[in-house]
């Protein structure tokens, strides 16, 4: 069965760091894996997409990396302040962009000052 | 403002005592699903619904229901509840349709629901 990993234990760092979230896959070649935001008390919110033939991807001070020979993902925030600390998700589309995805159970960020 | 709606936000029941939550959603979006969230385990998808009328299950759709008679509405039906199914919930919204950024999902704000 599809398998989605993603380091359970929080990651805490200094503001102004650059903080890397990890999300390794078994059992599946995606066509594009998803990354979203999840505070406390709230639903996730998107804020990346990659597809298979991206290597990467960026939006501001986000980078997503997608190596699909490691089957694995990276996340980087970079120049990190305390309003990234959050819950970081990363989702795999399991039917070939069909709307079916699977989600990892996140990676808790604290961004300490 | 788009949005995707849930209520009731919190909800406390007894075994057994039939319940819905609804799902609204004003984008206009084909695609609707239902999650469940468990510490540790990550969202897992109950029932996800393409159209109006078409609905499927997804990996946990045990001790639930859904339907989907209008295309902006999914409730999340609960005939027998079990305190396994204490839960954080969501419902989520997305364009649908083959790859591209009409996957994402937007999420509504979750309902937590404790079963006694």
């Known amino acids: 069965s599809q398998k989605i990993e993603q380091n359970s234990e929080a990651l805490n760092i200094q503001e102004g760091k650059t903080a890397t979230l990890t999300c390794n896959y078994t059992n599946y070649s995606p066509a594009y894996l998803q990354w979203y935001r999840q505070d406390p008390g709230r639903g996730p919110v998107f804020l990346l997409l990659?597809?298979?033939?991206?290597k990467e991807k960026r939006k501001e001070r986000l980078k997503v990396t997608f190596d699909t020979t490691l089957k694995q993902s990276l996340f980087h925030i970079t120049a990190s302040q305390p309003a990234d600390s959050a819950t970081y998700l990363c989702?795999?589309?399991?039917?070939?962009?069909?709307?079916?995805?699977?989600f990892g159970a996140g990676t808790r960020l604290a961004v300490h000052p | 403002e788009a949005q995707v709606t849930q209520n009731p936000r919190y909800l406390i029941t007894v075994t057994g005592k039939k319940l819905t939550v609804t799902c609204s959603q004003n984008?206009?979006?084909?695609?609707m699903s239902w999650y469940r969230q468990d510490p540790g385990l990550g969202l897992r998808q109950i029932y996800y619904?393409?159209?109006?009328?078409?609905?499927d299950k997804g990996d946990v759709p045990e001790g639930y229901k859904v339907s989907r008679k209008e295309k902006r509405n999914f409730p999340l039906i609960l005939e027998s509840p079990s305190p396994n199914q204490t839960s954080l919930y969501f419902c989520?919204?997305?364009?649908?349709?083959?790859?591209?950024?009409?996957?994402?999902?937007?999420f509504g704000a979750g309902t937590r629901l404790s079963v006694l």
């Open positions: 990659i597809r298979e033939n991206e």
């Open positions: 984008m206009n979006h084909e695609y």
């Open positions: 619904s393409m159209n109006v009328e078409v609905t």
């Open positions: 989702a795999l589309d399991i039917s070939g962009g069909y709307n079916k995805l699977i």
């Open positions: 989520a919204s997305s364009s649908g349709s083959a790859g591209g950024s009409q996957n994402i999902q937007y």
